[in-house]
């Protein structure tokens, strides 16, 4: 991850806005985030010069209840971005996940198995489309490697809901670099599923 956008609403009778602030130890490598406020929502986003990866803690949000005993309203996530892409957001028991890049949630039918499809197009350039299946909730790596072995990037680590997703790869590695042609291969692990699949990319 290298940036992150959202916007978050709420009924203004409820609750105030009153700023955000990077979790943890992130407020010492990306800052604090730059937040804009107005009546019943609050827009956030922010960069940081390294990338981040794994779990945990991203963004904390402050309010003010200005209801009395008995009001409530509900928070909305908005048009939530990671790296300008267009993530899936779901909430399920109470866990907000936010899929990494520009994982979507392509069909609403629950898929019988795990399965990873041949990208497409390929060859590609400069882009191409993986399709996958998660017949139950999962921890979700996609790895890019070179014909070495060599990991270029990853694309996907997170925890995802049930589903069939689509994930596009720009022809980049983890510093956001154009990689150069050849054949990459890419390797999802999620539960005990494991598969790799070759690709080439043609410039």
């Given at each position: 991850i290298y940036s992150y956008g959202c916007k978050?609403?709420?009924?203004?009778?409820?609750?105030?806005?009153t700023g955000a602030s990077s979790a943890g130890s992130l407020?010492?490598?990306?800052?604090?985030?730059?937040?804009?406020t107005a009546s019943g929502e609050i827009q956030i986003g922010a960069a940081g010069s390294s990338a981040l990866a794994g779990s945990g803690d991203l963004l904390w949000v402050n309010f003010h209840v200005k209801g009395g005993n008995g009001t409530s309203t509900t928070i909305h996530f908005d048009n939530f971005m990671f790296n300008e892409g267009s993530p899936a957001a779901t909430t399920v028991d109470g866990l907000f996940t936010v899929s990494e890049g520009n994982a979507i949630n392509k069909?609403?039918?629950?898929?019988?198995?795990?399965?990873?499809?041949?990208?497409?197009?390929?060859?590609?350039?400069?882009?191409?489309?993986i399709k996958y299946s998660l017949p139950q909730n999962s921890q979700v790596n996609i790895t890019i490697y070179n014909i070495n072995g060599k990991v270029v990037e990853t694309i996907i680590n997170n925890f995802q809901m049930q589903g069939t997703y689509e994930i596009n790869w720009q022809g980049t590695d983890n510093e956001n670099h154009k990689v150069p042609s050849g054949i990459y291969f890419y390797r999802i692990e999620a539960g005990h599923f494991i598969e790799i699949r070759k690709m080439t990319l043609v410039k």
């Open positions: 978050l609403t709420f009924d203004s009778n409820v609750l105030e806005a407020s010492e490598t990306w800052g604090a985030p730059t937040a804009s069909e609403n039918e629950i898929p019988k198995e795990f399965s990873i499809s041949q990208n497409y197009p390929n060859p590609f350039n400069p882009s191409t489309k």
